[in-house]
């Protein structure tokens, strides 16, 4: 899984994954050869490899012990972690089409991991009891449908949304899209709480936030619920009921593109070709699990943009972890935290091979990307539940 051997690092992912689902076991070797994966040869495992294009090398018995002792060492920065089952994955997402794509499907997809998808309903009647691992579709948690409002309140597939939310939240029994919002909110950070994998990119990352800190409190401008919000709702901001933010300051503006100031977006002086994050180095051995969701064959991943591109580094919780970071600018980019018994990882921004996705713009192709460093982090936390729980030394 370095650089210099691994011609397809996504498919190598969906292989991994296959074996698993295959009952068998894998190791996956941090920080050895950029996180490589060692498996024992069966029947049709070699034939897979070259089906999908990916790489690997046979390597004897012995090699194999001259590895693992290597990696024990208490003198490097390597660990052997014991993946054991292929996590059950569900995406939280409309069923409908989208006026945009999600990266996460397109990596599932293009890896051949299997996914189910799921919306509001599905997550109301507890159906995330049947799932490992849950990823959040650009939602907007807060009823503010995206805060597209500004720009595209006259287009067709705005007011068809809209009215899509609007019946399906009277469907399930509220008045409001954003009181049905919240409560899908509080029953995905009950699944965590109770042991559930969570991950969420862009404009889902803070709005499920903002609307678990807002419970009880109407934020939402007539336009979106058809009365006003409440005009003192700053101040009435639970930031204990949040996963990840804090003290952050909601944007009352109902014409402008953000949710609060906790996204960077906007603040930003970071010219395009400069444009990078740092994966942070971790203690293999102490810190396994950072260590697992930061496995790369680089430390230095290109930037891209989103609704929520990167979060105000003093708006993070002390007990978060900022997994990567534009020092630069002092945003975070990739940050991870738990809650109750489950885990929850946050990335910033829309698409990792898309700079600047804008709404209508066609899908990335990830046959041109097969080697992203930017992907390999969504597939990092896809393996992630699969992992031999060891107890946490820090």
């Known amino acids: 899984?370095?650089?210099?051997?691994?011609?397809?690092?996504?498919?190598?992912?969906?292989?991994?994954?296959?074996?698993?689902?295959?009952?068998?076991?894998?190791?996956?070797?941090?920080?050895?050869?950029?996180?490589?994966?060692?498996?024992?040869?069966?029947?049709?495992?070699?034939?897979?490899?070259?089906?999908?294009?990916?790489?690997?090398?046979?390597?004897?018995?012995?090699?194999?012990?001259?590895?693992?002792?290597?990696?024990?060492?208490?003198?490097?920065?390597?660990?052997?972690?014991?993946?054991?089952?292929?996590?059950?994955?569900?995406?939280?997402?409309?069923?409908?089409?989208?006026?945009?794509?999600?990266?996460?499907?397109?990596?599932?997809?293009?890896?051949?991991?299997?996914?189910?998808?799921?919306?509001?309903?599905?997550?109301?009647n507890n159906g995330l009891l049947l799932y490992d691992w849950l990823h959040l579709h650009h939602e907007d948690f807060t009823g503010q449908y995206g805060k597209f409002y500004g720009a595209f309140r006259a287009t067709p597939w705005y007011i068809e949304q809209k009215k899509e939310a609007e019946a399906l939240a009277s469907k399930l029994g509220y008045n409001k899209v954003s009181e049905e919002k919240l409560a899908v909110a509080l029953a995905i950070r009950d699944y965590v709480v109770g042991g559930g994998f969570m991950f969420a990119m862009c404009s889902a990352t803070d709005s499920f936030d903002i609307a678990l800190s807002a419970e009880g409190v109407d934020i939402c401008e007539a336009m979106f619920d058809g009365d006003p919000s409440d005009p003192s709702y700053q101040r009435k901001i639970d930031y204990n009921k949040t996963f990840a933010f804090t003290n952050f300051t909601l944007e009352r503006n109902p014409l402008a593109y953000e949710f609060s100031s906790i996204d960077m977006t906007s603040k930003r002086h970071v010219p395009f070709e400069r444009d990078y994050f740092t994966l942070m180095d971790f203690s293999a051995k102490w810190d396994p699990i950072p260590t697992m969701l930061c496995q790369n064959h680089t430390s230095l991943v290109k930037g891209f943009m989103g609704q929520t591109t990167s979060y105000k580094r003093d708006e993070i919780k002390p007990t978060v972890l900022v997994m990567g970071e534009n020092k630069t600018n002092g945003e975070a980019r990739y940050i991870h935290g738990i809650k109750g018994k489950g885990f929850f990882t946050f990335y910033g921004g829309h698409d990792p091979e898309d700079y600047r996705h804008r709404v209508g713009d066609p899908k990335t192709e990830l046959e041109l990307h097969p080697n992203s460093p930017g992907y390999r982090l969504i597939l990092n936390n896809i393996l992630f539940p699969a992992a031999k729980k060891k107890e946490q030394k820090t």
């Open 1 to 124: 899984m370095d650089a210099e051997h691994q011609q397809n690092h996504l498919k190598a992912y969906g292989i991994t994954y296959w074996v698993l689902e295959q009952d068998v076991k894998v190791k996956w070797l941090l920080n050895y050869r950029g996180g490589a994966f060692l498996i024992p040869d069966f029947d049709d495992l070699q034939k897979e490899c070259k089906i999908r294009g990916v790489s690997y090398e046979l390597i004897s018995d012995s090699k194999t012990e001259e590895i693992l002792k290597g990696i024990s060492s208490p003198a490097v920065n390597q660990e052997s972690i014991v993946l054991e089952k292929a996590p059950k994955v569900a995406v939280y997402s409309p069923k409908g089409n989208q006026p945009w794509d999600d990266a996460v499907t397109m990596v599932l997809t293009y890896a051949e991991i299997p996914y189910d998808v799921i919306y509001d309903e599905e997550v109301l």
